[in-house]
């Protein structure tokens, strides 16, 4: 339990970092959100008048203090476009891009684990030189790149199933295919590298002179163990995954968290940047903590550690 205090300890500078670095980069980006929103024929009189109802006529370091009092509250402001509060227009996404991410992460390891456990048990053989291949190729696989190549091949040639949207399970897999291929090559690979590491291991070479058979001993003795540095390797995945889907959600028009921050920035909607941001910043830690705890279910003595 004071692991896991000292942890959420932790999360509050963390939290402050990313508002501070957050606000401080928004508000060099050039153009005026006051005069994006009031439009191209609006007087300066009506611009300025704007500026001073959002509160943009502040010094910025007023401006931040008002941030930040609103966030110890509970606030996250209105959307500077929509005029709803961020909160809302946050929920309204964030559940697609978990969607989205967690079903990336499922492609990662349901694809990964067995290619690498298998590399690893035909270590140097052509099952492990083709896994390597794979495994290139979907780290070095841009993901607007991959996500057309699939569209096109399975949407458009086959049609198999629908390109873009999100009215049914059809339209999650194009999605986490694309988003999953890279954090699935990075699995297989830990996987791989960990397995071997394991099985060179001297009690691996006890349970084999014993006379165990060779799948008993891979998914008994070894495998358990060498799923520490992979566990981590997934928890970071998911988060990286949902803070990374915003290729994927433009390519495949996903109504998530991705495209509200593509439009917000188009439109200077500071509120709502600063509220995605920081809630990718929470779910990323939490995630991480996650992990953490995760680690003592695998291997007790990490447990007795902590």
Known sequence: MSFV?????SLIPV??????VTFSL????PGDPAQILAG????????????REMGLDLPVWRQYLRYVYGLCTGDLGRSISTGRPVADELMDRFPNTVILAVAGVGVAVIAGFPAGIVAAIRARSVLDHASTVIALLGVSAPAFWLGFVLMMVFAVWLDWLPSTGYQSAAHLVLPAITLGAGAMAIVARMTRSSLLEVLRQDYVRTA????L???WVVLKHALRNALIPTTTVVGLSFGSLLGGAVLTEM???WPGLGRLIVYAIGVRDFPVIQGAVLLLAVVFVLVNL????LYGLIDPRVRVKK
């Open 5 to 9: 205090l000292r942890r959420l300890a």
């Open 15 to 20: 939290l402050f970092g990313v508002t501070l």
């Open 26 to 29: 928004l508000h060099l980006i």
């Open 40 to 51: 191209a024929d609006a007087s300066a009189t009506d611009i300025e008048a704007l500026r």
């Open 208 to 211: 084999r002179a014993k006379g």
């Open 213 to 215: 058979r060779e799948s």
């Open 251 to 253: 390519v495949f028009a």
């Open 290 to 293: 996650g992990v953490d705890l």
